[in-house]
């Protein structure tokens, strides 16, 4: 037997932060597992903007795709997983990775994006020590020069 699904429960039960923003880059959707990761409560991320959680030096290139998005109605990351850096609400940098979902009204323009993101931020520092320490072994086991 089937049943509806309360899509409001799904966001909010789900273990990855969801984000929704509209066609200007605000946030309408911010589910708990959001503000697990990024710091901000519901109440102050949403109506802000996407900058809320992107870095500086990140912004342009972030908002140049967003409008090429919101313009063109298509995305490569429906399907890639995008890994950016993001920003946490105590200033502290995380490795995120996710991938959109493009949101269209009833006349088939796109309206907004939806995000399913997910920290990585443990497993990227993770990664970054295992590749140092090979490096490490690697210097360490190289032949000697013969002379």
């Known amino acids: 037997m089937s049943q509806g699904i309360d899509f ?12 929704v923003s509209d066609a200007e880059g605000a946030i309408t959707v911010w589910n708990a597992a959001a503000e697990r990761i990024f ?3 519901q109440a102050e991320a949403l109506g802000q903007q996407l900058d809320l959680i992107t ?11 967003y409008h090429k998005t919101m313009r063109t109605g298509v ?7 995008l890994r950016v850096p993001a920003l946490h609400k105590d200033g502290r940098s995380l490795s995120i990775a996710f991938t ?7 006349d088939g323009a796109v309206t907004g994006i939806a995000a399913v ?10 990664e970054r020590r295992m590749r140092q320490r090979l490096s490490d072994l690697e210097a360490g086991a190289a032949p000697p020069e013969r002379s």
């Open 100 to 106: 959109v979902g493009l949101l269209h009204g009833g």
């Open 8 to 19: 409001a429960d799904l966001v909010a039960a789900v273990g990855d932060a969801v984000v």
């Open 39 to 41: 710091g901000f409560s």
């Open 75 to 81: 995305t490569r990351y429906g399907s890639e997983v």
């Open 55 to 65: 870095p500086d030096r990140h912004r342009r290139r972030h908002w140049d795709g």
């Open 117 to 126: 993101i997910r920290d990585e931020t443990a497993r990227w520092a993770e």
